[in-house]
């Protein structure tokens, strides 16, 4: 069985960072994207960041040059950097690992933003 556990999340000003770890355990194997998506309350789940087995990168327009992603398929470790933290980034952080065949998924970690 295959579990995502995320960590750092938590309250911080606006202008303030968070570094949020994510790890896999159990059998997965091959793993080609790793990625994180967020959730606000009364909105549908968005992507945020991922990155390939090839360390490819991609972003979201809204935090493009705010946070960092990054991570080893190997390992079966991801991490997203963010800095300069706004009060909409304020959700409920996700992070997910596929490969060809499935979709894994954590139980997310909370990140207030305060203004």
């Known amino acids: 069985q295959v579990h995502l556990v995320e960590s750092g999340g938590g309250l911080v000003q606006a202008g303030g960072s968070l570094r949020l770890s994510c790890a896999a355990s159990?059998?997965?194997?091959?793993?080609?994207?790793m990625g994180w998506y967020r959730q606000a309350p009364g909105t549908q789940r968005e992507l945020v960041a991922t990155?390939?087995?090839?360390?490819?990168?991609n972003y979201a327009d809204s935090v493009k040059g705010r946070f960092t992603i990054s991570g080893d398929t190997i390992q079966k470790t991801v991490f997203l950097q963010m800095n300069n933290l706004k009060p909409e980034d304020t959700a409920v952080y996700y992070c997910?690992?596929?490969?060809?065949?499935?979709?894994?998924w954590g139980q997310g970690t909370q990140v207030t933003v305060s203004s």
């Open positions: 159990g059998s997965i194997f091959s793993i080609n994207v």
């Open positions: 997910r690992m596929s490969n060809l065949r499935n979709d894994y």
């Open positions: 990155v390939t087995s090839s360390y490819s990168t």
